[in-house]
């Protein structure tokens, strides 16, 4: 007999009492571990349902990701969402000013354009000692276009690439000139200190031209606009709400300590409009939201001004089109008072870099699912980027990948020579043979479906962009189709082995829409999950 039978072996001389208190001694010790066991295992069930739903948000830079985000914060902790919205006042400031400059950029351009036809055409009777593209705020340029300017804008005129320029529409240019310091101002407001690369030179999408060689048609100038990003979607807020102007109640008479000082306007100031020189000491100001607001008329007269519509759309510039577009929303946006609409906070743009963690328990006014923990995981979309999602990978309960598909006529900010539907396609097929997301849900979102009908009603022609598109109707519902069913089938092709897909046609900054899709989609997931952890 081996030596542990032989050690719980009852002893040979036993009586039938001591046998029977063994007996019942022993059933006691296995009653209790059987409860034990039973104990511990329903701590590991209960641990297992109490896994939280994760989340992971992919797709190329601007396709939606952090919105697709804010959307789950607005749906799931409306209380949270809402509190936010001044956080964003500043965001939308930046991204108006952003526009602004934009447009100043393009006239800019376009002056020294139409400088350079006059010029040109009037070398015998000026000496100009300053040949090639010249600001528009030099003196020396200015003279020339304002003194006898008839004469210059008749002649330049006469040149179908220039476009005349009201004497109202330079002064309300040089008046705005200092905008360009508000953009640097809101930035230091709005990066958190650790943050101390959260601005750089980055540049808006150009227009992809497939027949000039993927060489974007946009003028390709050295100063373009920066935009700003955040590495973490809590650090700046924390940052924000810390200074004094980001207060639910805007105090335009309190500076925030993030503020720096503003270069007086006084040289941009024209003696010739006396009537708007009293407010324009609001440059002197260190309040962002003061400073725009005394910008509002020029702005209102910028945008509304016919030859500044010309300008863009000869340089293809479609502002309408770009994020974080509130042209149309200038009384709103300027006013001292203003406090973001949910629609607002959608339609911001705040670039994400790295992978930020977004943890939250359904309120509950969200329904059945109250109380159970998400994350979210919303990573940086640029190509760099894209190496620190697959740490993210493991233990992953679903992925929304979202596809721009109005993106077929632009190029890559960080790539110019590739085309961003191009990139997403790529993308995707690389997202369904990963083989670590093999058996993850995927849930792909062709995202941006608003800006694909508005280009697509305007004339542009897809199949000129995508050629296996051939001979198909241009419209928002036959090419929205196709999209899905190419993307379908590349998952089909690509997943190592089988598995569940949903797409959905997404305007993911569209609150009715988008509500009912994340509905379905969350119900998805948190079926899935809990089949998920009944197997484990
Ligand atoms: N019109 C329209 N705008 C959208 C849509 N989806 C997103 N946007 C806007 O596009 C911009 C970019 O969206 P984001 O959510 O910041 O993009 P992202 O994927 O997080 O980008 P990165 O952080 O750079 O990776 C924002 O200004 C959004 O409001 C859409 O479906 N329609
Ligand atoms: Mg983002």
């Given at each position: 007999m081996d030596p542990l039978t032989l050690a719980i072996a009852p002893p040979p001389d036993e009586s039938p009492e001591q046998k029977t208190r063994r007996e019942a001694e022993e059933q006691e010790a296995k009653r209790v571990s059987e409860a034990i066991d039973e104990a511990l295992k329903q701590e590991r069930l209960s641990d297992k349902k109490k896994r939280p739903v994760k989340l992971l948000l992919l797709g190329?830079?601007?396709?939606g990701k952090s919105t697709t985000l804010r959307q789950f914060q607005r749906l799931y902790t409306p209380t949270a969402f809402r509190q936010e919205r001044a956080l964003w006042r500043s965001v939308i400031q930046l991204n108006l000013t952003r526009s602004v400059r934009i447009i100043l950029d393009a006239l800019e351009a376009q002056l020294a354009q139409n400088t350079n036809y006059y010029v040109q055409s009037h070398s015998n009777a000026y000496s100009y000692n300053q040949p090639g593209p010249s600001s528009f705020h030099e003196s020396r340029t200015m003279n020339i276009m304002n003194d006898d300017n008839d004469n210059a804008n008749e002649s330049a005129s006469f040149h179908p690439a220039t476009i005349p320029f009201s004497d109202h529409l330079l002064l309300v240019m040089r008046r705005l000139l200092p905008l360009r310091h508000l953009e640097a101002l809101l930035m230091a407001k709005l990066?958190?200190?650790?943050?101390?690369?959260?601005?750089r030179l980055t540049f808006p999408p150009p227009v992809y031209d497939p027949?000039?060689?993927?060489?974007?048609?946009?003028?390709?100038?050295?100063s373009q606009p920066q935009e700003l990003f955040v590495r973490s979607n809590t650090a700046w807020k924390h940052h924000l709400s810390r200074?004094?102007?980001?207060?639910?109640?805007?105090?335009?008479?309190r500076p925030s300590s993030a503020e720096a000082t503003l270069p007086s306007a006084s040289t941009a100031n024209n003696n010739n409009n006396n009537q708007k020189a009293p407010e324009r000491?609001?440059?002197?100001?260190?309040d962002p939201t003061q400073i725009i607001h005394s910008c509002r008329e020029d702005i209102l007269d910028l945008w509304h001004e016919p030859a500044v519509r010309e300008v863009l759309r000869r340089r293809k510039v479609r502002l309408e089109e770009s994020p974080g577009f509130f042209l149309d929303d200038i009384e709103r946006v300027t006013s001292l008072k203003y406090l973001p609409s949910e629609d607002d906070v959608l339609r911001a743009r705040l670039k994400t870099v790295g992978v930020s963690e977004y943890r939250f328990e359904m309120e509950l006014?969200?329904?059945?699912?109250?109380g159970s923990e998400w994350r979210i995981y919303d990573v940086g979309g640029t190509r760099s980027q894209v190496p620190a999602w697959v740490p993210f990978f493991e233990n992953i309960d679903a992925i929304i990948f979202l596809a721009p598909i109005s993106a077929f006529d632009q190029t890559l900010v960080e790539d110019r020579t590739v085309n961003r539907l191009e990139d997403s396609v790529l993308m995707w097929k690389m997202i369904c043979q990963n083989k670590m997301l093999s058996k993850v849900d995927l849930v792909l979102f062709l995202n941006k479906c608003d800006i694909l009908g508005s280009k697509l009603s305007s004339g542009i022609r897809l199949a000129k962009y995508v050629r296996s598109y051939g001979e198909r109707s241009n419209d928002v519902d036959t090419a929205s189709k196709y999209f899905r069913t190419k993307f379908s089938a590349i998952q089909r092709e690509y997943s190592p082995i089988p598995r569940r897909f949903y797409g959905y046609l997404t305007s993911v900054t569209d609150i009715t829409t988008t509500s009912g899709i994340l509905a379905s989609v969350r119900d998805m997931i948190v079926r899935e999950h809990l089949k998920q952890s009944r197997l484990i």
């Open positions: 190329q830079s601007e396709s990066a958190p200190p650790e943050e101390d690369e959260a601005t027949h000039n060689g993927h060489r974007p048609s946009l003028n390709n100038r050295s200074t004094a102007s980001a207060s639910t109640h805007p105090n335009p008479h000491d609001a440059f002197n100001s260190h006014s969200a329904g059945k699912e109250s």
